[in-house]
């Protein structure tokens, strides 16, 4: 079994697999590029839910729920706030496929969420007009996180447990002999590892070519988040009591400070490979909050206000935050060894969930390295995870439906 590891990448998955590594004995040291935090962990809208179409993921993140609360313990901060996730259903077609969902959910173990009908929704949900709604799904042990507690204290805990976290060190170049790598150059000198797990997320088709790795469809596509300004007929506490709501259209708000609802919409683009730091904070025309009325957030907060009305009387909306997703063609990251290189794990692809996806990642990247190979399943407290919908190569004919 490896006894050293590099994990290549400083956010949320990169500290969180370096801290599950040293707590199982292996000695370890994480590079990142810039500073901690400064790809999508720092840029994300920071939900984590259990709701997915995919057994394994809904297991995973089962995990995931479980293992930031223990995180909490640990580093004495709140890292989770439990505000649930209220996914509404625009009609019966919906409804009908959602109550399949939930079936699924329940397999897998998440006995907390349920399907309402319309009467139900409003009952639980007033701020909500139901009148062009089916129902809705919520569960109330999902939520979001504070991110830069989660890659701050996350990469404390590494240092407190004997690992090195180095920043400011961009893998440049890689010593291999056969299909292994021996070590990984940077500007802050060479680190030599048994093995080496490549947590860039977005970044990893440029980083495959220095390490010599598979080149794995993973698509940098530029998301946006914006802030609208609270006021008119909701008080900050009645703003702060809200969970994660998510629109039929696709539009999802949460908030932010008794002040602020943070507001998401997926949107089109093209792939952009070639990314620079730069350009994660660089916003797509029409994008912009100061773009004009009819800018994409203006319409996005349109069609969130159709549902929740009491946010259509907000004050605008006021800042525009940019980043970027590493997304696969089926929606679900890579956790794998990679195929030209035999000590590499690749555990990139999130498509928006990286951050929820933190400890299992971490679960499932610690169980790689024991193993020395990949695994077709990994045993967590929550049970026993197939491990087939993360492979490399896998067909891809099973996509996540519930993206956002």
């Excluded at 199982?24 to 939900?47: F, P, Q």
């Excluded at 009819?294 to 009491?310: M, N, Q, S």
């Amino acid at each position: 079994m490896a006894t050293s590891a590099v994990v290549i990448g400083g956010g949320i998955s990169g500290v969180l697999v370096a801290r599950a590594l040293r707590l199982a004995g292996i000695e370890v040291t994480v590079l990142e590029g810039m500073h901690l935090g400064a790809g999508s962990s720092s840029r994300t809208a920071a939900g984590i839910r259990q709701q997915f179409s995919t057994v394994s993921t809904v297991q995973g993140m089962r995990h995931s729920v479980a293992s930031y609360l223990e995180l909490a313990e640990e580093v004495g901060q709140r890292v989770l706030e439990q505000r649930g996730y209220l996914f509404l259903l625009e009609d019966d077609e919906a409804l009908a496929a959602a109550r399949d969902r939930v079936a699924l959910q329940h397999r897998a173990g998440l006995a907390e969420v349920e399907l309402l009908d319309r009467a139900a929704l409003a009952d639980r949900f007033p701020a909500v007009d139901t009148a062009a709604l089916a129902g809705a799904t919520w569960c109330p042990t999902d939520g979001f996180l504070h991110p830069e507690v989660v890659y701050q204290e996350g990469a404390r805990r590494v240092r407190e447990l004997g690992g090195r976290v180095v920043v400011r060190a961009p893998v440049q170049a890689a010593e291999v002999a056969g299909d292994r790598i021996v070590a990984v150059q940077t500007p802050q000198g060479r680190f030599a590892a048994d093995v080496f797990l490549d947590c860039t997320n977005a970044w990893t088709d440029q980083l495959a070519p220095v390490l010599g790795a598979t080149d794995l469809p993973v698509a940098p596509l530029k998301r946006h988040l914006w802030f609208v300004r609270r006021a008119g007929g909701m008080t900050g506490e009645e703003l702060m009591g809200l969970p994660m709501i998510v629109s039929p259209s696709g539009v999802y708000g949460r908030p932010e400070n008794p002040d602020l609802l943070l507001m998401g919409w997926a949107h089109g683009g093209d792939p952009q490979p070639d990314f620079t730091p730069e350009d994660q904070d660089r916003v797509a025309p029409g994008h912009a909050h100061d773009a004009g009325i009819d800018a994409v957030p203006f319409e996005a907060w349109a069609r969130l206000a159709e549902v929740v009305p009491a946010i259509g009387a907000f004050d605008g909306v006021v800042a525009t935050t940019s980043g970027f997703y590493g997304v696969t063609p089926d929606h679900n990251p890579f956790l794998a060894y990679d195929p030209l290189r035999s000590n590499l794990i690749r555990l990139v692809g999130f498509s928006g969930h990286g951050a929820m996806f933190g400890p299992f990642t971490a679960a499932v990247g610690t169980a790689l390295v024991q193993a020395g190979r990949d695994l077709p399943w990994v045993d967590l407290p929550t049970g026993r995870v197939d491990l087939g919908d993360f492979a490399i190569g896998r067909s891809f004919r099973a996509p996540e439906a519930m993206v956002i």
